[in-house]
């Protein structure tokens, strides 16, 4: 069975006080506070857009994912007071408009070995795993990155750069549980085979996710 939406919180209580679920609840009425839940995660998905398409693109991706989540949060699941796995599955179905844009950056690391997006970004590279190592931008990563389906690397990089568990990804995606363990087991594979002598990506006994 699952868990009946918390108490509604006191009407007058500061929206920062508030957790995301009540927060989007509260907007209902108030459309103001969802204002709130940009403060909250803007940050955290301008990142992580921007070191997939560049930070030409973030600020438009970010800008339209609040958008469409404003527009669908009558339809939002308030027994998860987390809503960032959702954002993050809003924002993975924009970028997909813009998959050539990302191709083109790795297309261009694997030939060149430069990666524009970490330079335009002013950033040390990423590693696949989220942490910073100069290996994760050589052009294995990028070809390995750029021949992932579209599907893989959504779960790839939610995965590693987003930091969500499998069980987020899944939610943030909307599919089961299973095709998230499937769908990593062969990006890892593929990964493992760019880079032999570094696994880029924790083992699920290594890792703390699901």
Same mark, same amino acid.
């Given at each position: 069975?699952?868990?009946?939406?918390?108490?509604?919180?006191?009407?007058?209580?500061?929206?920062?006080?508030?957790?995301?679920?009540?927060?989007?609840?509260?907007?209902?009425?108030?459309p103001?506070?969802?204002?709130?839940?940009?403060?909250?995660h803007?940050?955290?998905?301008?990142?992580?857009?921007?070191r997939r398409?560049?930070?030409?693109?973030?600020?438009?991706?970010?800008?339209?994912?609040?958008?469409?989540?404003?527009?669908?949060?009558?339809r939002?699941?308030?027994?998860?007071?987390?809503?960032?796995?959702w954002?993050?599955?809003?924002?993975?179905?924009?970028?997909?408009?813009?998959?050539?844009?990302?191709?083109?950056?790795?297309?261009?690391?694997?030939?060149t070995?430069v990666?524009?997006?970490?330079?335009?970004?002013?950033?040390?590279?990423?590693?696949?795993?989220?942490?910073?190592? $100069?290996?994760? =931008?050589?052009?294995?990563? *990028?070809? +390995? /990155?750029?021949?992932?389906?579209?599907?893989? @690397?959504?779960v &790839?990089?939610?995965?590693?750069? $987003?930091?969500? =568990?499998?069980?987020?990804? *899944?939610? +943030? /995606?909307?599919?089961?549980?299973?095709?998230? @363990?499937?769908? &990593?087991?062969?990006?890892?594979r593929?990964?493992?085979?760019?880079?032999?002598?570094?696994?880029?990506?924790?083992?699920?006994?290594?890792?703390?996710?699901?």
């Amino acid at each position: 069975m699952r868990p009946s939406p918390a108490d509604p919180p006191a009407p007058h209580a500061a929206p920062e006080t508030l957790d995301d679920a009540q927060l989007i609840g509260r907007s209902l009425d108030e459309p103001e506070v969802f204002a709130e839940l940009y403060h909250r995660h803007a940050g955290e998905l301008l990142r992580y857009v921007a070191r997939r398409l560049g930070p030409a693109l973030a600020d438009d991706v970010v800008g339209e994912t609040f958008l469409i989540a404003f527009r669908r949060r009558t339809r939002y699941d308030r027994t998860r007071t987390k809503a960032l796995p959702w954002l993050y599955g809003i924002a993975a179905n924009v970028m997909s408009q813009h998959r050539r844009s990302e191709l083109r950056a790795y297309r261009a690391l694997a030939r060149t070995g430069v990666d524009p997006v970490a330079q335009s970004t002013g950033s040390d590279a990423d590693s696949v795993d989220g942490k910073v190592t $100069a290996q994760a =931008s050589a052009p294995a990563i *990028a070809a +390995a /990155l750029r021949s992932l389906s579209e599907g893989d @690397r959504h779960v &790839l990089l939610l995965f590693a750069w $987003a930091d969500l =568990s499998y069980e987020e990804v *899944a939610e +943030a /995606l909307g599919i089961p549980l299973g095709t998230v @363990r499937s769908r &990593l087991n062969r990006a890892r594979r593929k990964m493992r085979a760019a880079l032999p002598d570094l696994d880029p990506i924790p083992t699920p006994e290594t890792s703390r996710h699901g």
